[in-house]
């Protein structure tokens, strides 16, 4: 009986991990980069913003509408872009199953999702640190003008209090918007207003609108509610946002690892062709 040899021949591109970092990195780099061109088209063509000088605008919820949708499709589409990108040049591991192959596919896809986000982040950064240095230096100068007007020191709040003049009749003061302003930001830092805060302010508005005590009373109270509800939708807003974020990243994770997965099908297919 002879005994026969079998001789595999390993193809010459074949990674020495399982993991082919050029082309996730490239499908990083063009998903992030397509990601940014897409997003500033949209803030150029005003999905996100409106003109206010026409008369034609369409309403905030149509246009948060318009951003949400311009968003979730470029995060998913530049995901799928990307995996494809990534599966379809990504190296062949060889002689694997096909299960297998398509697993690597997806898996790429994945890494290639993730590497994008964190270069997005990066970028996002990077244009935030510039455009607050901008500001910064823009309003560098007035600051440096105001503060020759504002008292910097801390106890200043404590001393307006001390000077407060007493009593439940209109209380007359030199800047009377400044001073209230002044102690409802003290209060908004605190998170609540005291009630002798709120009586101050009251007299303040009553001698200044020239009205009777209990009028301004109301107006102050009705002031603190909208201010409340404003700060509560703020949240809410910023938690919508938070959740959007997450779910449009979650299903864009799943497009990079269908183009990935997809990609790597038409590699295979390509290579059995020759």
Do not use: C
Request: glycine share 10%; charged share 15%; hydrophobic share 50%.
């Amino acid at each position: 009986m002879t005994d026969t040899t079998t001789v595999v021949a390993i193809p010459t591109d074949q990674p020495t991990t399982n993991f082919d970092w050029g082309a996730i990195v490239g499908g990083a780099l063009l998903a992030s980069i397509l990601g940014l061109v897409l997003l500033s088209f949209g803030a150029a063509a005003g999905f996100a913003s409106f003109s206010p000088y026409s008369w034609n605008n369409p309403s905030a919820t149509t246009l948060s509408i318009i951003g949400v949708a311009w968003f979730s499709l470029v995060m998913m589409g530049t995901a799928i872009v990307g995996g494809y990108f990534t599966g379809r040049f990504r190296r062949r591991s060889g002689a694997v199953p096909l299960e297998e192959r398509e697993a690597r596919d997806g898996a790429h896809g994945l890494l290639m999702w993730a590497m994008s986000f964190v270069f997005g982040v990066a970028i996002a950064y990077a244009v935030a640190s510039g455009a607050a240095q901008t500001a910064g230096s823009v309003a560098g100068g007035a600051a440096a003008v105001a503060a020759q007007s504002v008292p910097a020191d801390r106890a200043s709040s404590i001393v307006s209090n001390m000077m407060r003049p007493a009593g439940t009749e209109p209380a007359q003061v030199e800047n009377p918007q400044a001073e209230v302003g002044r102690v409802l930001s003290t209060s908004a830092l605190r998170g609540t207003i005291t009630e002798e805060d709120r009586n101050y302010v009251a007299r303040i508005v009553a001698a200044e609108a020239k009205i009777p005590p209990d009028e301004a009373r109301k107006r102050v109270d009705a002031t603190i509610e909208q201010a409340k509800a404003a700060a509560e939708a703020a949240r809410k807003a910023a938690a919508w946002l938070a959740f959007l974020i997450g779910a449009v990243s979650v299903l864009a994770a799943g497009g990079a690892f269908a183009g990935a997965r997809y990609g790597g099908h038409e590699r295979e297919e390509n290579i059995w062709r020759r």
